[in-house]
C-alpha cells in the first residue's frame, strides 16, 4: 500500500514537472507576441534571438546539474554521444512533432467550426512563416535580399523539408518553380480514405509570408494546391519570380 502512495506521489511530481514545462512555453509565448504588439514583429525577432539563446543555456544547465548528466560544449552529453545519423532521425522526430502540435491544434480549434477554424490557421502560419523565415536566415547566415539563391537554401531548411519531400526547379534566371512531391498530411488522408483537405488559401498565405521573409522583392504565386487538381507527382506548386 505505502509502495504504490510513493508511486502514486511521484507519477504525480512528473505530472507537475510536464505542467511547469507547458506553463514555461506558454509563458515565453505571451512575451513573444506581447512584444511584437508593442515593438513589432522584426523587434520581436531579434528580442528572441537574444532570449532564446540564454533561456536555452540556462535550462540545459539547470537539467544537467540536477540529473547529474554531464555535458560537453554546453551540450548534454547525451547529445554529443550521439552520432549523425541519431541526431538527423532526432531532427526528423522534431519536425514530426511540430506537424503533430499544428494538427491537433487545428482539431481542436475546429470543434468550434471549420471557418473559424480556417481563419485561425491562416493568421497563424502567417506569423510562423514570417519569423521561420527569420530564424532560418539566421542560421544559415544568409544575406538580407538574397534573392532567389538565398530562398532556395532557405526552403531546404523549413520545418516541413523534414517531413516531407520536395523539389526545386530553375525554370530561369529570375524564376524558380517549388512543388511538395509528398506531403504527410495528404497522405495520412489518403490512406484514410478521404479527399485531399483544401489548404490553397492557407498555403498562399504561408508561402508569400516566408518569400516576404527571405526578399521582399520576390513574388509569390500558386501553381496549384488542394481543392485544385493536381498530378500524381506532387500535392502543390509555387512559383517565385524576382
Known amino acids: 500500500m505505502k509502495e504504490a502512495r510513493r ?3 511521484k507519477r504525480a ?3 507537475l514537472i510536464f505542467d511547469s514545462l507547458h506553463l514555461i512555453v506558454l509563458h515565453y509565448g505571451i512575451w513573444f507576441g506581447e512584444t511584437e504588439r508593442r515593438l513589432g514583429l522584426k523587434k520581436a525577432i531579434e528580442v528572441d534571438d537574444v532570449v532564446w539563446e540564454r533561456v536555452l543555456s540556462i535550462m540545459l544547465e539547470r ?3 540536477r540529473c547529474k548528466v ?3 560544449d554546453g551540450v548534454l552529453e547525451f547529445f554529443a554521444g550521439m552520432d549523425k545519423e541519431g541526431l538527423s532521425a532526432l531532427l526528423v522526430d522534431m519536425g514530426k512533432n511540430w506537424l503533430a502540435s499544428d494538427g491537433v491544434w487545428f482539431q481542436a480549434v475546429e470543434k468550434d467550426g471549420m471557418e473559424g477554424a480556417r481563419q485561425i490557421n491562416d493568421v497563424c502560419w502567417a506569423r510562423f512563416s514570417y519569423i521561420e523565415a527569420k530564424r532560418i ?3 544559415l547566415d544568409l544575406p538580407e535580399s538574397g534573392g532567389l539563391t538565398a530562398l532556395k537554401k532557405a526552403l531546404k531548411y523549413r520545418q516541413y523539408a523534414l517531413v516531407n519531400r520536395q523539389e526545386i526547379v530553375d525554370a530561369a534566371d529570375n524564376r524558380i518553380i517549388f ?5 504527410r ?4 488522408r489518403k490512406r484514410a480514405g478521404l479527399p485531399d483537405y483544401p489548404c490553397k488559401s492557407v498555403g498562399v498565405v504561408e508561402y508569400t509570408r516566408f518569400t516576404e521573409g527571405i526578399d521582399p522583392r520576390i513574388k509569390t504565386a500558386c ?3 488542394p481543392p485544385d487538381p493536381h498530378p500524381a507527382e506532387w500535392y502543390c506548386a509555387w512559383e517565385f519570380i524576382l
Open 137 to 139: 536566415m539566421k542560421r
Open 63 to 65: 537539467i544537467a546539474r
Open 13 to 15: 511530481l512528473i505530472d
Open 70 to 72: 554531464p555535458t560537453e
Open 7 to 9: 508511486s502514486s506521489d
Open 179 to 183: 512543388r511538395m512531391n509528398e506531403c
Open 185 to 188: 498530411v495528404q497522405q495520412a
Open 223 to 225: 501553381l496549384g494546391c
